[in-house]
């Protein structure tokens, strides 16, 4: 998948040309990297659960096109097993996955986190739904951002970098 693909791609919903090259989407990752030439998730672990194949692929090639490392999975289970394993950073989790929810990864990370005493994981609710009662109840579980899809690459970045930097300044 090139980078036109991923940058107008995000969160499942492929956006026309036109609207991506009117929001500045098109090339973005070139555009980001000859820009500044940093890499704002430099060594980052970020832990994204996503059940979309092209999602997934998408975020994890933005991702890692900003120095991220990402394990990427498809299911919530496999999701709390590399969070408890990894301690990463960030985690990226769709809401609405088979069989067990976001909401379950993420009250087994904090579970965790607060039983082992580990500095919690930045945690990003990334979902399809738009209202403001799946937006409180991921604040209200454990998430402390919630984006809507399709998520705009530089927002979604921008959040992590704050949100880790932020998490490592204490």
Known sequence: MDSNTVAAKIGGIQQDDTLAA???????????????GVLRLDQATIVLVEDDPDSRESLTLLLESEGAHVVAVADAEAGV??????????????????????????QRLRDHEIRGDHAPSVAVALTGHTDDAYRLRSIGEGFQHFMTKPALPEDLVTLLHDAIDARAAG
């Open 81 to 106: 097993e590399a969070a408890l394993r990894l301690l990463p950073d960030a985690v990226v989790c769709d809401l609405e996955l088979p069989a067990m929810d976001g909401f379950y990864l993420i």
């Open 22 to 36: 009117s929001n500045g989407l098109t090339g973005f990752i070139e555009q980001q990297q000859n820009m500044n």
